[in-house]
């Protein structure tokens, strides 16, 4: 009786929490859902209207502003908005790195017929880019921060994504050995070839994001998880391709189709980039009391970099004879990737594997060279160095700078949005986007 009792006893307690469970799942596919439906609203009323500004970022503006004023009217509401898409902030915050690799992985295919001294002309173009901007964007904070001389007060800790678990690991382990037998053994089970074998390139993108950021924290610096996943995915594709007879090229080809009626693992996976803007609203209305308190030092730090970013890059582009195809390419090196497409795109560049290399390789010099070069050149103000990393290296420079320097990570997710911000609205302005055009010398 007494064990019965027991079992009784814990029933309400299994229930509650396979409840909570499935409350907190559908709270997060509601409000991932919301993200995405706007998304693709905004999407296709700019496309209707022929708009070439970033729907995204008109959408990432609506969403800050409606924070803004709620929190002016009612504090209250504007908690309740943020506490809807927490879920999906979270979400987004602990799978980034995926969102950013599919023109990545599929670079091997766009930059085949790139000549070797031209990939040498952009690798000493990123890395004098990057120290570049880094140096400006630091010393224009410093300077700034003499004339305005505001105290730095102690501020809140950014929150972060729960880590991976072992679980989770296996699980897509599983879902990759599966989804891999189906696609060689019933190619065209779910119809197109490209849709049929985005399950297993897909959990292969998982997979390689889960084992890099399973490594030791060393490892990391120099092995970066989107490394691991690019790895991760192409290696992939060349197992399938092997399987079925296709080859390594036709099966990277299906990665990423940008056809809405095959979509392959990286249609999917791009799909999230616009939720990704979206998501920068929040982010800047949780730090609103920093950007307020230090707006001077912040926006004139981003402002003056961007535009140092930009124009220089297109300027040394064109002064070490780089393809004309390619300048413009690269000129948003600086940029997160969900907003150095769009640009790339605003300045008639039609390469986004090259822009997504170029601007995942900016970021993996800042991860790993930025405190030296900080260091080395006595920035060492926390504002400073928080706006100099994301305003050269973005978010992978600021991951690698916050692991250290915990105190300048609130500055850090500052410049990361507004860097990307900044120079998408720049970019959209036609006598900026005419300039950069004719100074690449691709007009």
């Known amino acids: 009786m007494i064990l019965s009792a027991n079992r009784n006893a814990q029933v309400p307690k299994s229930v509650g929490f396979y409840d909570?469970?499935?409350?907190?799942?559908l709270h997060l596919v509601v409000s991932l859902g919301t993200f995405i439906v706007l998304d693709k609203y905004l999407k296709n009323a700019f496309s209707d209207h022929n708009i070439r500004f970033p729907s995204a970022l008109f959408g990432m503006f609506f969403l800050f502003l409606l924070l803004s004023t709620l929190s002016f009217i009612n504090s209250g509401a504007a908690n309740k908005v943020e506490v809807f898409f927490s879920p999906a902030n979270l979400f987004i915050q602990r799978w980034l790195p995926l969102f950013y690799v599919p023109s990545l992985v599929v670079a091997p295919l766009a930059v085949k017929g790139i000549p070797a001294i031209e990939g040498a002309k952009i690798g000493a173009i990123l890395v004098g880019g990057w120290m570049g901007t880094l140096l400006?964007?630091?010393?224009?904070?410093?300077?700034v921060r003499k004339l305005v001389n505001t105290e730095l007060l102690p501020v809140d800790p950014v929150p972060k994504a729960a880590p991976f678990t072992s679980t989770e690991r296996f699980s897509w382990i599983f879902v990759m050995l599966l989804s891999f037998g189906i696609a060689v053994r019933y190619p065209t089970a779910l119809g197109p070839v490209a849709v049929t074998a985005a399950p297993f390139l897909l959990a292969a993108t998982v997979v390689g994001y889960l084992m890099g950021t399973s490594l030791p924290e060393k490892a990391t610096n120099v092995f970066h998880p989107v490394l691991a996943i690019v790895l991760s995915a192409e290696l992939g594709a060349y197992a399938l391709g092997i399987a079925t007879g296709k080859g390594f090229e036709a099966t990277l080809g299906e990665y990423l189709t940008k056809s809405t009626g095959s979509p392959g693992?990286?249609?999917?996976?791009?799909?999230?980039?616009g939720p990704v803007i979206l998501s920068f609203a929040f982010s800047m209305y949780r730090q609103r009391k920093i950007v307020k308190r230090h707006a001077t030092e912040i926006i004139t730090a981003v402002v003056v970099s961007s535009a140092f970013s930009l124009y220089s890059t297109a300027a040394v582009g064109r002064f070490l004879g780089l393809l004309p195809s390619l300048r413009t390419a690269i000129i948003p090196h600086c940029v997160t990737v969900a907003l150095a497409l769009p640009i790339a795109s605003l300045l008639e560049g039609n390469n986004p594997s090259v822009t997504a290399a170029v601007v995942v390789t900016t970021g993996l010099i800042g991860a790993n060279f930025a405190e030296i070069v900080m260091n080395k050149f006595g920035l060492k103000d926390p504002i400073a160095r928080g706006m100099a990393t994301a305003s050269s290296a973005h978010g992978l420079g600021t991951a690698a700078l916050a692991r250290n320097e915990p105190e300048a990570l609130p500055y850090c997710a500052i410049a990361y949005a507004l860097t990307g911000i900044i120079s998408t609205v720049l970019c959209t302005l036609p006598p900026v986007r005419t300039s950069l055009i004719m100074i690449a010398g691709v007009a």
Do not use: C, H, P, R
């Not at 400006?136 to 300077?143: D, L």
């Not at 693992?265 to 980039?273: R, Y």
């Open 136 to 143: 400006v964007a630091g010393y224009t904070t410093v300077q």
């Open 265 to 273: 693992a990286g249609d999917i996976l791009n799909g999230f980039l």
């Open 20 to 25: 909570v469970q499935a409350k907190e799942a």
